[in-house]
């Protein structure tokens, strides 16, 4: 367990956690000159659990001075327990207000008030402090009170006593996700980082993510300053890393068990105002260890009063690896003040609709879930989800999934009721097609997915249009999609001039003209033209200019050739593929262009770049 010391300068913060532990938390010269605590310290406790086994307490000395606020803030993220340092002396003080304020904004669920230097103070003025202190904040009524004293050691025993009864271990089956908040080196280990396991459990062996991706291995821990093979959740831990280097590593980097792929600019968030705050603020954002500047934008008021809840956009100058319900402190726009206390609802926040009715409810909702099951319902309700972005946004293993019924191999999650809702949308737009070109066989699958599921990833409509296929709710005539009562047929006649026309174009691989095989067969040319331009509906021609035809066949083998091309080199250009089909300039010209309007190319300046590799 760790608890965490806020309060006012020299309130005795460092004094009090120095009788309960033994341990100076001043680590750094200038704070042991200055006699304050600058930066974060740390003092560790060894108890005796009741199964009669060794655990530790852990400290962290946050600093009180108001200049050193945003290390305080730091020190807090992940920790649940909290020693609220009052001198019996002096009493409330406004830093004292602030970080009780800041506890409050991070929704601390156990808040124990002490009061330091009782040996300088007569007991009647303890007696009248402690009413003050519940009237002034009146949520600390029910929280338990200590008066101690580190000169006369008076209370200090009662106050550990306290802390070991309220000791836990830590039950945490997410995946491994811990802040770092130093880096250094030691003599004879190597590298090594200091900071709070948020979640999850690490072993003295695994290999596990940093921030920009590297994998890194961890080679020995420290548990609550004890050598461990293994850290937990709730911890301070002290990790030797091996495979990087420390340039790699900065305060407010993130150790995970699940790769790093989603940091976020744009997040939303439930927002606790602890001042009024304008629709559209400059801010300071502090995430665990992270401090970094940012836009936040209202969505459901112009403007917020103290003490209410508002959904906001916030926009961050850097992204930052945020996960669901993730705890932030907002401050203003010369971090001179707290102004509010934000707590995660959405990783990439769409850039659209956000004050909606609709958007509003959903965030409504989003923040009424109490737990991941329900969460994921909701998402679900009307879009699809990638499987790894959810395992990260919840920070998840897959097999908390696969418990919902999900399948845990498939890239996408959806509901059945998405899945039929787009099907139907599919089997709409091809009924649609239908009408306006009954003289149509139908279109391509890559085509009839660009028609009616845009929106959704590529390969998930894609899979939805191949279950259509396989269940026979479309069918497939010579890679046209069209639907199962849809028909065009060569009538008997035109079936006996198609089987004359056809040995025409085995014969040679280049284009012909309606012209020519009008001529060569001694047929009307325009009674030629539509029965080629049938053809061509039926899928067995393919015009690449007005009246040049080729075999689908051989259309088939061109794109196979330009495919296999541009694998190889990245692109191709008219002269390469010239010099590939053995065709003239004109021709060879006309074919790469049909390409680049059917959509199987593109051009960009004087090549032709793939661009849906699919067709044909």
Not at 143 to 167: D, H, M, R
Not at 450 to 457: D, K
């Amino acid at each position: 367990m760790i608890i965490v010391t806020a309060g006012h300068v020299d309130h005795g913060k460092s004094a009090l956690l120095h009788a309960l532990t033994g341990t100076h938390t001043a680590h750094l010269p200038e704070e042991k000159k200055r006699g304050l605590t600058i930066d974060l310290g740390y003092a560790y406790l060894p108890i005796h659990t009741d199964s009669n086994q060794t655990d530790t307490l852990g400290f962290i000395d946050v600093p009180g001075h108001q200049k050193f606020l945003s290390n305080m803030l730091a020190g807090l993220g992940g920790v649940e327990h909290a020693l609220l340092v009052i001198s019996a002396e002096e009493g409330l003080k406004p830093q004292t207000l602030e970080h009780f304020e800041i506890l409050n904004l991070l929704n601390f669920k156990h808040i124990m008030v002490v009061l330091t230097k009782a040996d300088k103070v007569e007991p009647a003025q303890i007696d009248q402090l402690i009413p003050q202190i519940k009237q002034q904040l009146p949520s600390l009524n029910s929280a338990p009170f200590f008066v101690t004293s580190c000169v006369t050691g008076s209370g200090i025993a009662e106050l550990k006593a306290y802390l070991i009864a309220q000791n836990r271990q830590v039950t945490n089956n997410q995946p491994f996700r811990y802040v770092i908040d130093r880096v250094f080196h030691i003599k004879g280990a190597g590298l090594v980082v200091t900071g709070t396991a948020i979640a999850g459990k690490v072993a003295v062996g695994d290999e596990i993510y940093l921030s920009d991706g590297t994998k890194v291995r961890v080679k020995a821990i420290h548990a609550q300053n004890h050598p461990s093979e293994s850290g937990v959740a709730g911890q301070r831990l002290a990790l030797n890393l091996a495979n990087v280097d420390k340039q790699q590593i900065a305060r407010g980097h993130w150790l995970t068990e699940l790769a790093p792929t989603f940091a976020t600019d744009r997040i939303t968030v439930k927002l606790s105002a602890a001042q009024p705050l304008k629709e559209m603020s400059v801010v300071h954002i502090y995430h665990f260890a992270s401090h970094i500047t940012g836009k936040l934008s209202l969505l459901n008021a112009k403007q917020a009063v103290k003490n209410a809840e508002y959904f906001a956009e916030v926009l961050l100058d850097e992204p930052l690896h945020i996960a669901f319900n993730d705890k932030l402190i907002i401050r203003n726009g010369d971090d001179s003040q707290t102004v509010a206390g934000a707590q995660v609802l959405e990783i990439h926040s769409p850039k659209r609709h956000k004050r909606s009715e609709a958007r509003l409810a959903y965030l409504t909702a989003l923040a009424q879930t109490g737990n991941y099951a329900q969460r994921i319902v909701l998402y679900l309700q009307h879009d699809v989800l990638a499987l790894e972005r959810l395992l990260w946004d919840e920070q998840l293993f897959a097999t908390e999934i696969a418990k919902l019924g999900f399948d845990t191999n498939a890239e996408w999650l959806y509901s059945p009721a998405f899945k039929q809702a787009a099907q139907q949308k599919v089997l709409a737009k091809l009924a649609e097609y239908h009408s306006l070109h009954q003289d149509q066989l139908g279109v391509a699958k890559a085509r009839l997915r660009r028609m009616a599921l845009l929106e959704s990833p590529e390969k998930l409509g894609l899979a939805f249009i191949d279950d259509l296929l396989a269940t026979q709710q479309l069918a497939q005539t010579r890679g046209w999609l069209h639907l199962p009562d849809h028909r065009i047929e060569f009538n008997p006649q035109e079936l006996q001039i198609w089987q004359q026309i056809r040995p025409l174009f085995e014969a040679t691989n280049q284009a012909l003209w309606v012209r020519d095989i009008a001529n060569q067969l001694t047929i009307d040319e325009t009674e030629m033209r539509n029965l080629l331009y049938k053809a061509g509906k039926l899928g067995y021609l393919i015009p690449i200019v007005k009246d040049r035809f080729l075999l689908n066949e051989q259309i088939e083998a061109f794109a196979q050739l330009i495919r296999d091309f541009i694998l190889r080199h990245g692109e191709i250009s008219v002269n390469q593929l010239r010099d590939e089909i053995q065709y003239g300039r004109k021709l060879t010209v006309q074919l790469i262009e049909y390409f680049d309007r059917s959509g199987f190319l593109r051009r960009k300046g004087n090549v032709h770049l793939l661009r849906d590799h699919d067709i044909f």
